[in-house]
């Protein structure tokens, strides 16, 4: 497969670019990297599902990410997600409706150590309470 | 190596699997996602094993033999592991059925069947017991499932031609995937989302039909379980009987299995044993073949003109009928018309029936413009003899293809895998054709070229081969000279402009094709449909010359090289398929037998027409005479595949009806007209005379074709090698105020006989109708036509209809359509032509106009 797979360690790059861009896959970016890496759009379908990273809907501008391992877990993340919810009144992977936050969920950051752990926008808040929800919502909330 | 499995002491040579190994040794090793033609998965895990001085339980399939193992595939502790994971396999698997301690006696009487989840039941799964996870189950002994039982409810999907997809039966063993990607190409499904929601999927959910699906139905015949279950067969229960033959959809020539119940084919599914198909097929040979076999458009009686109206007879009636009135007309006004399908024992007896019954020199078949017929021409025309039999399997060896004038994806799709496997291995692959492949992506480059103006792209490339050359130090081979006075003669200042290609890429064109050892030119009807075709032709073959290219020429119809092969040594002076249809219509021609596809014989102006055919068709509103031949599956013969190889194919089922062999049909008629020479008992009585007189023939022997062997047909292998200096005068394509459109028109093998395929099957129609026309986007756009829109094509000379097919990559300007003889006459492009009536033939491109139809 050489000679045909040269390129194929591309398609993350250009599906990150490309998320960048748009905040979401959308679909004529598939067929275009299609064309280009020349991969089946099935293929990178199934590449662009298996990640995380990749959204399939558009995001909000700020995009908030908790860790539910299991060290952050058995510390309260789970409460940390019902206060998001109710805050942001949306469901985990959703967006509000201003398009300004999409509230996510992932299994586990790394940094077990300062958890409960709350991603906003690549930014970390380590320790985290219900308490300290309200300050992080409004940091973005004012700033457009 | 040495290796020791159970015990058991075992050489190895080469890089192997423990699981190849343990297979090729008769130990069983259970095992779900492994699969002899896919790379190995290790994604069920069941086939783990146990090493000696190896951590853990390896999974037997994914481990290669090293000298010395120990391996050990039944200890207790293992059978322990597999049932395990056997049971959180069969934990998403609806598994009722599998497991139920009265699994046996319900079989027989159905006793429990109320008692299991109905939907979930493996009565009610569609593989009827064809399961290979049930196997495992029961290898493995399995009688209670520990884990929580997981439905999870997708929907069936059933909206694509040909199979269903029911995901809940799927085990994700990850066959379909990998053999869609390895082996077929087209990667139409992946892996989709992740963990428990992992799935069997398309890009967005899409249908099959829009996600680059060939249908081939390989993922189909690789499912371990009943996700993938093809449609036609879901409730037909299990097959009787298996029988083998070759499929008669093109020439590749592939060895097929087909399932039979009560005399009734089931299914056709492409045989592991094949010698050129290797366990894969193509949508028709995987799909079509019970549709055409068992069509309701076969006509099962005979049938004779009685008062302006065709009436069922009786065979004897028939023969003697038609005997009769043959006798009336033998000699120069009577002509015989053969189809490229039927077997070289029939189109022999058909030879010898017109020379020594019907004393006519007027015999042909379809093959004129065939790219062999035209390749052979050429080589004559200057004095080259060139053989035409190759190996399919060099191409795969090839590091350069340049393919031109066809779409194997879908005419020749078994050779399109070989030179997927080039690709694979880093060929380039040079793609010239008017229109974008289904499978583009793997072409390195691809020339956009109009169709007619092959012989520019072609003298160009040489140009700048020859410019390139005079640097390098190669060979010289004879008549370079010459050759390269002709180039210069040759006016090429627009070519650009003409072929539609540019400078740059034809500058990359040259360079792959000359940076190269081992270079495969593949062409088809495109480059030789054309009245000059065998110009192209030669054009080509200088290109070779220079590439030190091997040239394969593909044809169409499955025995076209038989039917070939066969005419070859007969005289020409005979009148020839568009003569006779020439003569048809001027009243020179009397009387005409008809054995082959013909265009609606309207303006044939005849005394006696004679149709044998299996199926119904147009011109039987003209026939005087209709007798119904069998098809492929119900006699037995010999076929000439395109590589050149004579296969044997076999009966499967009895003639249906009163229908009758070919064979069978002419030596009754010609024994009833005196003849003493057909007194033939079965078709091997054919072959063995044939084997006699027929020299191409004269390497054959009868035994070891009776035996199932493949042989290849006898060559003169003289290979001169020499330039043929072009000759060319100007002759592309012109459009006209009137007909402002150029229609191209191509030459699709999706008939049978007179049986247009995608008319007959649904599934194929979805995939592609012979009654499309093609329009570019941008005329679409611009004439406001939608996709599936009535239209009518008009030429100077007639008219036809057909449905609108929007085509992303056809040029402006550009429209294209199947040509099938065969085809109701309002959906024929044959009306559109007068050539076919002529003698100045060209059947390349029309100027053509487009209309509305309401």
Known sequence: MSGLNKDHGKLIHMLHDTQKKFGYIPAHSISQISGELKISESEIFGVLTFYKAFALEPRGRHLITIC????????????????????????????????????????????????????????YYSNITIKKVDAILKEYQESE | MIIIIDGKKIEVEGKRTVLEVAREKDIFIPSLCDHPQLTPFGGCRLCIVEIKEKRGYPPSCSTYVENGMEIKTKTPRLQELRREILELILSEHPNACLICSEKENCDEYKSTIRKVGEVTGCVLCSNNGRCELQDVVETLKIDKVKFPSVYRDLDVKKGDPFFDRDYNLCILCGRCVRVC??????????????????????????????????????????????????????????????AKTICPLCSIGCELKIDLKRQKILSSKPSDE??????????????????????????????????KKLEEVSWEGALDFVAQKLKKFKGKKTALIASPQVSCEEYFLLHKFASEELKTENVDSSYRFSPLAVFDKMAKENGLELGLNFEIKDISRAKTLFLIGEDISKSHPIIWLEVLKAVKGGAKLIVASPEELSLSRYSALWLQIKPGTEFYLLSFLSKLFLQKEQEADHPRIEGLDSFEDSLDKLDLSNVFEMTGITREELKEASELLLDTENAAFLFGMGLTQHSWGSRNVAALWNLALQAQAQLFPLGLENNLRGVFEIGRNSSDKGLNLNQIFQAASSGELKALYLAGPAPYLKKANLELLVIQDSFVNENFEFADAVLPASTFAETEGTFINGEGRLQKFNKVIDPLGEAKPDW???????????????????????????????????????????????????????????????????????????????????YSLDYYRSLSLSQESRGLKAIRDSRWIKVSLEDAEELNLKEGENIAVESSSGKFKGFVKIVKSLPKGILGASFLLSEDSDFSVSGLIPSVFQESHSLGMLPVKIKREK
């Open chain 1, 68 to 123: 539910m391992g299991t060290a952050c877990h058995v510390r309260g993340g789970v409460q940390i997600v019902e206060e998001m919810e109710r805050k942001l009144n949306i469901k985990v992977g959703k967006t509000t409706a201003n398009r300004k936050f999409t509230l996510e969920t992932v299994n586990c950051l790394g940094c077990c150590a300062i958890g409960p752990v709350v991603v906003v926008n690549g930014k």
């Open chain 2, 181 to 242: 990607q390895e082996v077929r190409g087209a990667s139409a499904v992946s892996f989709v989302y992740r963990g428990s929601e992992a799935v069997v999927g398309t890009v967005f959910d899409l249908p099959l039909l829009e996600s680059g699906c060939q249908f081939c139905g390989a993922c189909v015949d690789v499912c371990p379980t009943g996700s993938l279950t093809e449609r036609g067969i879901r409730y037909e229960g299990l097959p009787d009987e298996r």
């Open chain 2, 274 to 307: 094949g010698a050129v198909n290797e366990g894969q097929a193509c949508v028709k040979g995987r799909f079509l073949i019970k549709d055409v076999v068992h069509s309701p458009r076969r006509i099962l009686k005979p049938l004779i003109r009685v008062n």
């Open chain 2, 664 to 746: 069978w049909i002419i030596s009754q008629l010609a024994r009833r007209m005196g003849n003493k020479g057909f007194h033939f008992k079965n078709p091997s009585d054919i072959t063995k005379e044939m084997i006699k007189i027929v020299p191409s023939f004269s390497n054959i022997s009868y035994a070891e074709l009776e035996k199932g062997q493949k042989i290849f047909i006898q060559e003169e292998t003289k290979k001169e090698r020499s330039f043929i200096p072009l000759k060319y005068s100007d002759s592309h394509y012109k459009k006209s105020k009137e007909y402002p459109f150029l229609m191209f028109l191509d």
